[in-house]
């Protein structure tokens, strides 16, 4: 499943640069600046958000079983430096595939642009892309080991909602009876986006850019504390 997840990053990105180069050569009038924003979207909730789950799928639990934790416990005599390395392995790749695939997208839509008048905000939109590329890795890598890492794959998945969709839903359903300021960083799809729309061509606002983050780094430390939390279960309960 990972192998396949890889395999659709790759294929969005081929097809993410040729609509960018497409889009570029056309001149000033075609929104080729758009397409670096709708890839990182695309490569972050299509190939990046099924490698990141299907990684973390018991991977807790099967390190237990197969005494990979005791082993770098062992060598490390740190469960903290474990649990970086664990999270942080699965945030690298999904930064490599997420940022990385966006930031060759904005570079050919760079390359290929025809007018010298679109390159600064092809330039800043493929910069907001790339960061919203590196939020969702750091974010979603300890999300999908606390929602899945000790759980069966059902028992994950409904985890899973309840930290994604629920707080959507919610948040939605509430659109009219609270601030937009306070909603879109109450979710972490809509924080995400409210982290890139503030560095994006023409909604640029620092504000709201601390808000998101702000925020994005609360859901990262209570799942990194969650993530602690099912390990000293496991550790109560037999193997």
């Known amino acids: 499943m990972a192998a396949i997840s890889i395999g659709i990053c790759a294929l969005t990105i081929v097809i993410g640069g040729v609509i960018a180069v497409s889009f570029a050569v056309r001149g000033e009038g075609a929104p080729a600046h758009d397409v670096p924003l709708v890839v990182s ?29 005791e082993l770098f416990v062992t ?27 966006t930031a060759i997208t904005g570079m050919l839509a760079l ?16 910069a907001a892309a790339v960061a919203y590329g590196f939020a969702f890795a750091f974010v979603l890598a300890p999300v999908a080991f606390a929602a899945l890492g000790a759980r069966t794959r059902i028992g ?8 994604l ?18 909603l879109e960083v109450c979710a972490i799809p809509s924080a995400l986006a409210a982290l890139r729309a ?6 640029t ?8 983050a702000i925020a994005l780094f609360v859901f990262t430390s209570f799942a990194m504390l969650w993530i602690r939390r099912e390990i000293s279960r496991m550790e109560r309960d037999p193997a």
């Open 41 to 69: 979207s695309a490569l972050a909730w299509g190939g990046g958000f099924l490698l990141a789950f299907s990684s973390a799928a018991s991977a807790l639990r099967r390190d237990r079983v197969e005494g990979v934790r």
């Open 75 to 101: 060598r490390t005599t740190s469960m903290r430096g474990y649990l970086l390395a664990r999270v942080g392995g699965l945030a690298a790749l999904l930064a490599c595939c997420v940022a990385g695939g």
């Open 111 to 126: 390359l290929a642009s025809v007018k010298a008048g679109a390159l600064p905000i092809t330039a800043q939109a493929s």
């Open 156 to 163: 994950g998945y409904f985890y899973l909602i309840l930290i």
């Open 165 to 182: 969709v629920l707080p959507e839903i919610l948040t939605s359903a509430l659109d009219k009876s609270l601030p937009s300021e306070l």
């Open 198 to 203: 503030s560095i994006a061509p023409g909604t």
């Open 205 to 212: 606002d620092l504000f709201r850019f601390l808000r998101a």
